[in-house]
């Protein structure tokens, strides 16, 4: 991610929730954060809470890769489905899969 992208994707952040995702070899995991504060720009940095128990945590440990999507008022199901309080079932939150870790698509910033 280049400097100007990061400030941009920041500046978008005024005190949101976000989704941390990670990927690995046994699936995506991911979880809702209502807390997360950039460090810097150049490099970019981000600083977030993963509870210590959390699958999630154990994901980005393992590949020590995360993505972060910040997520908007309108994507209200997105977090609650991350945060495990909606429906598994029915309307699935879309991910792009590539070599980076699990992104949501609608995200209003990557």
């Known amino acids: 991610m280049e400097s100007q992208e990061f400030r941009d994707a920041m500046a978008k952040l005024a005190a949101g929730v976000v989704v941390v995702s990670a990927r690995t070899p046994e699936g995506y995991r991911g979880l809702t954060a209502s807390t997360l504060v950039s460090v810097s720009a150049d490099p970019p940095l981000v600083l977030v809470g993963l509870e210590h ?3 999630t945590r ?3 440990i393992e590949t020590g890769q995360f993505n972060v999507s910040m997520l908007t008022r309108a994507q209200e199901f997105i977090a609650e489905r991350f945060a ?3 429906p598994t079932g029915g309307s699935n939150v879309k991910c792009s899969r590539c070599t980076q870790p699990a992104t949501t698509t609608s995200a ?3």
Request: proline share 0%; no cysteine; glycine share 24%.
């Open 53 to 55: 128990g959390s699958l």
């Open 58 to 60: 154990s994901a980005v």
């Open 84 to 86: 495990g309080r909606a």
């Open 108 to 110: 209003s910033g990557r």
